[in-house]
């Protein structure tokens, strides 16, 4: 998958967790960025990329992102 | 009290109890909550509105959720994260509800447990349906 392709998916996926079909994801984005954004929104992210990607996370490798292009990369090193 | 672990819930677990309905259970939400709507808590207005006595509040029909996660599944280790319920039917004064929780998804990463719920009444009835996402706290 491309990376450009992931972040469509990623997008999609954060649009459903809060709702809002306007929201628009950068690299850059973090929790800053999006107010509803606290840590049960976390936890339904990363359960929500998790099957959608069909790949498992760990506690300590989410706690460590500190944006979403970081996710998206360590996304893209789970499928290589 | 249960206390099951993450580990030994599996997909398919369920878990249910049975409670009557009380017009003092009514009361009191009553007073905790300051909901005074006559609907709830004048018998010959929710009579007028076709209903067949005081209806029992949504919320607390819902509030037994709360005892379907905190001692029942998984019981002592509960955090209940997010509850989705919507409410089919009225309940009354009387009604004997079953609660149920069945496990139906579940997430190793966060310990989560994804139940789907329903309360019937002793008609069988389905009055209230919805979802838990519920940790399973470690020591």
Known sequence: MTREKLFEEITEIFRDVFDDDSLVIVDETNADDIEDWDSLEHINLVVAMEKRFNMKFNIKEVGELKNVGEMADLILSKMA | ?139
């Not at chain 2, 002592?76 to 149920?100: C, H, M, W």
Request: aromatic content about 10%; proline content about 2%.
């Open chain 2, 1 to 139: 009290m249960n206390s099951y672990r993450y580990d030994e819930i599996d997909i398919g677990k369920e878990e249910e109890f049975d409670v009557v309905v009380t017009g003092e259970m009514l009361d009191a939400f009553g007073i905790i909550t300051g909901d005074v709507n006559p609907l709830h808590t004048d018998a010959d207005y929710a009579g007028s509105k076709g209903y067949k006595g005081r209806v029992a509040y949504g919320m607390l029909t819902a509030s037994f959720l709360s005892t379907l996660a905190g001692v029942y599944l998984p019981g002592k280790y509960s955090l209940i994260q997010s509850t989705e319920i919507k409410f089919a039917e009225p309940v009354y004064i009387g009604d004997r509800l079953n609660i149920k929780g069945e496990v139906t998804e579940k997430n190793d990463t966060y310990k989560l447990i994804f139940l789907k719920v329903t309360i019937r009444n002793g008609s069988g009835k389905k009055v209230c349906r919805g979802k838990m996402q519920i940790q399973v706290a470690e020591d």
